[in-house]
Nanobody, 125 residues
Framework: QVQLAESGGGLVQPGGSLRLSCAASGNFFSINEMGWHRQAPGEQRELVAAITSGGTTNYADSVKGRFTISKDNVKNTVYLQMNGLKPEDTAVYYC???????????????????WGQGTQVTVSS
């Protein structure tokens, strides 16, 4: 099982920047993918960005060109650099990690998704 520790949320003015971090720890064989989702009040949770172990990235159309996801494989940490923030980016941001418990799960591509506790991002003047 993977434990995820998020940090970096807060209050920022429109046009500002924030950097979120998420460190994975616990008992697992490998992490296939890590990412960030967000959930605004009254809305469904949506994918913001994801990055695979090989470095392939995927972004929601609404954040392309503004947000950048990156990772440190040694530290098992994923980052989300958010620039040009807009009020509509206000949400609770959740980190996720898709991990394999052992090498057999890895070979079978049987991954378990774990979630962080969430960090609030508020964009307001």
């Amino acid at each position: 099982q993977v434990q995820l520790a998020e940090s970096g949320g807060g209050l920022v003015q429109p046009g500002g920047s924030l950097r979120l971090s998420c460190a994975a720890s616990g008992n697992f064989f490998s992490i296939n993918e890590m990412g960030w989702h967000r959930q605004a009040p009254g809305e469904q949770r949506e994918l913001v960005a994801a990055i695979t172990s090989g470095g392939t990235t995927n972004y929601a159309d609404s954040v392309k060109g503004r947000f950048t996801i990156s990772k440190d494989n040694v530290k098992n940490t994923v980052y989300l650099q958010m620039n040009g923030l807009k009020p509509e980016d206000t949400a609770v941001y959740y980190c996720n990690a898709d991990s394999a418990a052992n090498k057999f799960a890895q070979l079978r591509r049987q991954f378990l998704r774990s979630w962080g506790q969430g960090t609030q991002v508020t964009v307001s003047s």
